[in-house]
């Protein structure tokens, strides 16, 4: 994707089924029936809207709905990175952007 994106659903219904959807995906992954990396090295998980990709740095890792991930989460997709993000951590990577960029760029040199 090349634009930003936030799914925040507000409708209990709707967000059950994204939990059930999101475990069910989980599942399959765990039981081995999806490959664990993707061609650069990056978890498959990490990359996908099931679990926010700042991982054990997320906040909200420490508020498990099930016994490993948060599948209850509203995310936001963040296009440098090419990653989702729980909307707290989204929103402090939109809040320091400039800082993630500078860092990102290949010419940049730390003294």
Request: charged share 30%; with cysteine; proline share 4%.
């Amino acid at each position: 994707m090349k634009k930003e994106r936030t799914i925040i659903i507000k409708t209990p219904r709707l967000k059950k089924i994204r939990s059930n959807l999101r475990l069910l995906w989980l599942e399959a992954f765990l039981a081995g029936d999806l490959k664990d990396h993707d061609e650069g090295g990056i978890s498959t998980i990490r990359r996908s809207i099931c679990e926010c990709a700042a991982g054990g740095g997320c906040s909200n890792i420490y508020l498990p709905v099930n016994r490993f991930h948060r599948t209850d989460l509203d995310m936001g997709y963040v296009p440098f990175l090419k990653q989702w993000y729980c909307i707290d951590c989204f929103n402090w990577i939109k809040k320091h952007e400039d800082e993630f960029k500078k860092e990102m760029d290949p010419n940049y040199i730390t003294h």
